[in-house]
T-cell receptor, first 116, second 115 residues
Framework: EPEVTQTPSHQVTQMGQEVILRCVPISNHLYFYWYRQILGQKVEFLVSFYNNEISEKSEIFDDQFSVERPDGSNFTLKIRSTKLEDSAMYFC??????????????FGEGSRLTVL | GNSVTQMEGPVTLSEEAFLTINCTYTATGYPSLFWYVQYPGEGLQLLLKATKADDKGSNKGFEATYRKETTSFHLEKGSVQVSDSAVYFCALRGASNTGGFKTIFGAGTRLFVKA
């Protein structure tokens, strides 16, 4: 069964460093998303991406964050100048286009980011 | 904007007990509603959905009915099992330019089922 894969599963970084979280969405999906879940708290929407551009973004998704689809398979989230409060689990999700899009999101297992 | 509110946990039940997890929402337009489940160490996966008023979503013995008059989508299961222990998230996919089209989640409710 096709699945969304994320790397790394866990990354530890120093405050102020840049991190890139990578995702490989399901191959025939065309909508891509990033969410984050701070430990024990709610799952928060960051950004949605379609047709090589951002569709929607939250207030959290400021200039510190960027997304990119550098090739036909990867979807990345870059966090510049990381802060302690960026420590969270980051989930990538994807969904198909058109009639196959029932609104369901297909999630990866997440990348845990720890900022020290 | 759109929002989802669900009951706080944790909820602890004995096996075969009846489960209800309450969820209410605020949205413009006619959103789609979902329940997702997150097992330990895993990502979220869809449990069930309903796309219009009075629809009932069901899966694995769980069910929820889209109630527009009460803006609710409560999750129920008649007889829980130990394997149902997980975190359950109520979610809403927006359907208007005002509220947006993104999916937003409630805070999650952790369920523990004892044997």
């Amino acid at each position: 069964e096709p699945e969304v894969t994320q790397t790394p599963s866990h990354q530890v970084t120093q405050m102020g460093q840049e991190v890139i979280l990578r995702c490989v969405p399901i191959s025939n999906h065309l909508y891509f998303y990033w969410y984050r879940q701070i430990l024990g708290q709610k799952v928060e929407f960051l950004v949605s991406f379609y047709n090589n551009e951002i569709s929607e973004k939250s207030e959290i998704f400021d200039d510190q964050f960027s997304v990119e689809r550098p090739d036909g398979s990867n979807f990345t989230l870059k966090i510049r100048s990381t802060k302690l409060e960026d420590s969270a689990m980051y989930f990538c999700a994807s969904s198909p286009l058109g009639q196959k899009n029932t609104g369901e999101l297909f999630f990866g297992e997440g990348s845990r980011l720890t900022v020290l | 904007g759109n929002s989802v509110t669900q009951m706080e946990g944790p909820v602890t039940l004995s096996e075969e007990a009846f489960l209800t997890i309450n969820c209410t929402y605020t949205a413009t337009g006619y959103p789609s509603l979902f329940w997702y489940v997150q097992y330990p160490g895993e990502g979220l996966q869809l449990l069930l959905k309903a796309t219009k008023a009075d629809d009932k979503g069901s899966n694995k013995g769980f069910e929820a009915t889209y109630r527009k008059e009460t803006t609710s989508f409560h999750l129920e299961k008649g007889s829980v099992q130990v394997s149902d222990s997980a975190v359950y998230f109520c979610a809403l996919r927006g359907a208007s330019n005002t509220g947006g089209f993104k999916t937003i989640f409630g805070a999650g409710t952790r369920l523990f089922v004892k044997a």
